[in-house]
């Protein structure tokens, strides 16, 4: 009885709680942050949702799903993984329980202990509410990631980082004290209970990067520190001598970043360091891709980007390459040293810790009823929301091995020299974006200290379409990915990127021994998670098309697109690659 109550109660909640899950009378639906196509192309499907308030309903909505022996998955307000470890199934079948987080986020249960230096936090709130009660509190998360609409849950799930080779390092979960977590229970314990994990134990170092398959986090306390402020410059130079720069700086720097015009052979560094309060300044960082847009603007500009995509117009996209990178020190390149004022006067730019922490705003249109009024054309919305024809990519974050990337850096030179206008269009977007993690104890985290190395480029619209320039972009990631054994960001990548996740992070048997301990029947484990897992099956899917679609790497002409004149042949310079080609 109790359950049937609950379930009412739950989906009259449906109406009343704005998320990426959509039910009707058929059932329900969960989207991703695109409001667009899932990796797979496949739906998510499920039976049922919840929006839990507190850790004791998130408690019956676990038991509820235990009970009626149903696949759960937890998702945050607005499911930003780009992967789908957020599907409870696998998109050929259906069904399952989706808990949204996007209730669970009362600020009242926000506690900041200045005695330990730790804050506890509800799972769902947004990260960018977080870091700004925080700082109203006079202290700042460690490490965030760049984008403020995940949640806290979610971030660490996935192994969510910023940038830094000092201390603990770039990843947010290193920074984590203890976790709540819901798990499944026996009957006689009512099919869920919590259990608290914490430092120096087995399943905190499972918790940490959990993909959410160990059971539903209801609690994070994380270390935190003193407000401080933080200088940053942004400096460019030739990359003659990359390989070395890109670790001196790194080492020089607390919160340094690289971003490498690889076909202008320039690379932007961000100096960035910790300052006193007492150094004057208000300055923030934005980010141009985390803005809110108008919908007509974010389709014309996905229609000029892909008129000059189908001619393979390497002119538009250097220019656009070599104009950014010549005017980013003058333009500041998103920073401000007056934030109220927007107003950018030169380098260094320095203000409060969290002002150059997660940024965003983009996701606020979605809630906004005024916004939601407008016409369809005239809506803001984010630049990559799918229905308004918003910018769609081949995205690639992959974390190698410090002591690989030199080499990595020689490899993509010789690529680059051979034709330096094909990697024009990787410059356009985020270029060659390197950020820095520590070797971890988490036993889904980095096994060394590592460089996350991320690009992203065009992905066509349509499935099994090619790219101009899909050689390039699928020889950089085979590199990474085989060459250097890289390790694929667990909420970003393409879905063949998993393959053989266990010789690539700390400890696959022990993390695998925890989900055995804390959820034996796999209630929050799905087909793709297995597969990932290494528990059954493959994230690999061999068919015509499937490496355009990054289901697999391809091994015949099919897997590409031979009536387009794409086929698969070796890399230009990692011979062992296979990419789908149009040279001829
Ligand atoms: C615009 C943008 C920018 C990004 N920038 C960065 C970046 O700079 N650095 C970086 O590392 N990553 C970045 N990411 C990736 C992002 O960190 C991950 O996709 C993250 O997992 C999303 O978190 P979420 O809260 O939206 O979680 P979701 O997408 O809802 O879930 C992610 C995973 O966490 C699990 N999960 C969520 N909540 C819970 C819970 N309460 N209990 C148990 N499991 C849970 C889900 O089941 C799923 O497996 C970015 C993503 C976007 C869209």
Redesign the pocket.
């Given at each position: 009885m109790k359950f049937v109550f609950l379930a009412l109660l739950f989906s009259l909640n449906l109406h009343l709680v704005r998320s990426l899950v959509e039910c009707n009378a058929s059932g329900c639906e969960l989207k991703n942050?695109l409001r667009g196509p899932w990796p797979d192309r496949r739906p998510c499907k499920i039976t049922k949702a919840f929006f839990p308030t507190n850790e004791a309903e998130l408690l019956d909505a676990v038991a509820y799903a235990v009970k009626s022996k149903q696949k759960i998955?937890?998702?945050?307000?607005?499911?930003?993984?780009?992967?789908k470890?957020?599907c409870p199934n696998s998109g050929s079948d259906t069904g399952g329980v989706v808990i949204s987080?996007a209730s669970?986020n009362s600020n009242s249960s926000i506690v900041v202990d200045k005695s330990s230096m730790t804050v506890s936090t509800p799972?769902?709130i947004m990260?960018g509410e977080l870091i700004d009660l925080l700082a109203m509190q006079g202290v700042t998360l460690h490490q965030t990631?760049?984008?403020n609409?995940?949640?806290?849950?979610?971030?660490v799930?996935?192994?969510?980082?910023?940038s830094s080779l000092w201390g603990r390092g770039g990843g947010?979960y290193e920074y984590l004290v203890s976790m709540r977590?819901v798990v499944p229970a026996s009957k006689n314990e009512g099919f869920a209970k919590v259990v608290t994990v914490a430092e120096g134990s087995d399943l905190f170092h499972a918790a940490r990067i959990?993909?959410?398959?160990?059971?539903?986090?209801?609690q994070l306390t994380f270390s935190v520190q003193p407000m401080t402020k933080r200088s940053v410059t942004l400096s460019v130079a030739d990359d003659a001598s990359l390989e070395e720069d890109f670790l001196t700086l790194a080492q020089e720097h607390e919160f340094a970043e690289v971003s490498w015009f690889s076909s202008q052979k320039k690379f932007v560094s961000r100096i960035d360091d910790k300052a006193p309060l007492s150094v004057p300044g208000n300055g923030a960082e934005t980010t141009a891709?985390?803005l809110t847009v108008q919908a007509a603007a974010a389709r014309s500009s996905r229609l000029s980007q892909e008129a000059a995509e189908a001619i393979g117009n390497s002119t538009f996209f250097c220019s656009v390459a070599k104009n950014t990178v010549n005017t980013v020190t003058s333009t500041g390149g998103g920073f401000f040293n007056d934030e109220q004022q927007q107003h950018f006067s030169g380098f260094p730019v320095v203000g409060y810790f969290h002002k150059f922490q997660?940024r965003?705003g983009c996701q606020y249109t979605y809630s906004n009823s005024t916004n939601l009024a407008l016409p369809e054309s005239e809506r803001l919305v984010?630049g990559?929301d799918f229905r308004a024809y918003g910018q769609f990519w081949f995205h690639v974050?992959i974390a190698i091995s410090i002591s690989d990337v030199g080499n990595f850096i020689r490899d993509v030179k010789q690529l680059r020299d051979l034709s330096p206008e094909r990697l024009c269009l990787l410059d356009t977007s985020m270029t060659l974006f390197i950020?820095y993690l520590k070797a971890s104890q988490a036993y889904l985290g980095p096994k060394t200290d590592a460089a996350?190395i991320e690009f992203m480029t065009f992905r066509d619209r349509r499935p099994g379409e090619p790219q101009t320039y899909e050689d390039v972009a699928e020889e950089i990631e085979q590199l990474l990915l085989f060459k250097y054994n890289g390790k694929p960001?667990?909420?970003?990548n393409r879905p063949h990127a998993f393959r053989d996740i266990g010789r690539k992070t700390k400890n696959l048997s022990k993390f695998l021994s925890a989900r055995r301990k804390l959820d034996p029947q796999g209630w929050?484990s799905s087909d793709w998670?297995d597969s990932v897992l290494g528990i059954r099956g493959s994230p690999v899917t061999a068919k015509d098309g499937c490496a355009l679609e990054g289901l697999c790497v391809c091994s015949e002409a099919r897997h590409c697109a031979p009536d387009k004149g794409y086929f698969c042949r070796p890399g230009l310079v990692y011979r062992e690659a296979r990419v789908c080609s149009n040279r001829s």
């Amino acid at each position: 009885m109790k359950f049937v109550f609950l379930a009412l109660l739950f989906s009259l909640n449906l109406h009343l709680v704005r998320s990426l899950v959509e039910c009707n009378a058929s059932g329900c639906e969960l989207k991703n942050y695109l409001r667009g196509p899932w990796p797979d192309r496949r739906p998510c499907k499920i039976t049922k949702a919840f929006f839990p308030t507190n850790e004791a309903e998130l408690l019956d909505a676990v038991a509820y799903a235990v009970k009626s022996k149903q696949k759960i998955k937890v998702v945050s307000r607005e499911a930003h993984t780009m992967t789908k470890f957020a599907c409870p199934n696998s998109g050929s079948d259906t069904g399952g329980v989706v808990i949204s987080t996007a209730s669970f986020n009362s600020n009242s249960s926000i506690v900041v202990d200045k005695s330990s230096m730790t804050v506890s936090t509800p799972p769902g709130i947004m990260l960018g509410e977080l870091i700004d009660l925080l700082a109203m509190q006079g202290v700042t998360l460690h490490q965030t990631i760049a984008w403020n609409g995940v949640s806290p849950a979610g971030m660490v799930s996935t192994g969510g980082h910023g940038s830094s080779l000092w201390g603990r390092g770039g990843g947010t979960y290193e920074y984590l004290v203890s976790m709540r977590i819901v798990v499944p229970a026996s009957k006689n314990e009512g099919f869920a209970k919590v259990v608290t994990v914490a430092e120096g134990s087995d399943l905190f170092h499972a918790a940490r990067i959990s993909l959410g398959v160990l059971g539903a986090v209801s609690q994070l306390t994380f270390s935190v520190q003193p407000m401080t402020k933080r200088s940053v410059t942004l400096s460019v130079a030739d990359d003659a001598s990359l390989e070395e720069d890109f670790l001196t700086l790194a080492q020089e720097h607390e919160f340094a970043e690289v971003s490498w015009f690889s076909s202008q052979k320039k690379f932007v560094s961000r100096i960035d360091d910790k300052a006193p309060l007492s150094v004057p300044g208000n300055g923030a960082e934005t980010t141009a891709l985390f803005l809110t847009v108008q919908a007509a603007a974010a389709r014309s500009s996905r229609l000029s980007q892909e008129a000059a995509e189908a001619i393979g117009n390497s002119t538009f996209f250097c220019s656009v390459a070599k104009n950014t990178v010549n005017t980013v020190t003058s333009t500041g390149g998103g920073f401000f040293n007056d934030e109220q004022q927007q107003h950018f006067s030169g380098f260094p730019v320095v203000g409060y810790f969290h002002k150059f922490q997660a940024r965003g705003g983009c996701q606020y249109t979605y809630s906004n009823s005024t916004n939601l009024a407008l016409p369809e054309s005239e809506r803001l919305v984010c630049g990559w929301d799918f229905r308004a024809y918003g910018q769609f990519w081949f995205h690639v974050s992959i974390a190698i091995s410090i002591s690989d990337v030199g080499n990595f850096i020689r490899d993509v030179k010789q690529l680059r020299d051979l034709s330096p206008e094909r990697l024009c269009l990787l410059d356009t977007s985020m270029t060659l974006f390197i950020r820095y993690l520590k070797a971890s104890q988490a036993y889904l985290g980095p096994k060394t200290d590592a460089a996350e190395i991320e690009f992203m480029t065009f992905r066509d619209r349509r499935p099994g379409e090619p790219q101009t320039y899909e050689d390039v972009a699928e020889e950089i990631e085979q590199l990474l990915l085989f060459k250097y054994n890289g390790k694929p960001h667990f909420g970003k990548n393409r879905p063949h990127a998993f393959r053989d996740i266990g010789r690539k992070t700390k400890n696959l048997s022990k993390f695998l021994s925890a989900r055995r301990k804390l959820d034996p029947q796999g209630w929050f484990s799905s087909d793709w998670s297995d597969s990932v897992l290494g528990i059954r099956g493959s994230p690999v899917t061999a068919k015509d098309g499937c490496a355009l679609e990054g289901l697999c790497v391809c091994s015949e002409a099919r897997h590409c697109a031979p009536d387009k004149g794409y086929f698969c042949r070796p890399g230009l310079v990692y011979r062992e690659a296979r990419v789908c080609s149009n040279r001829s």
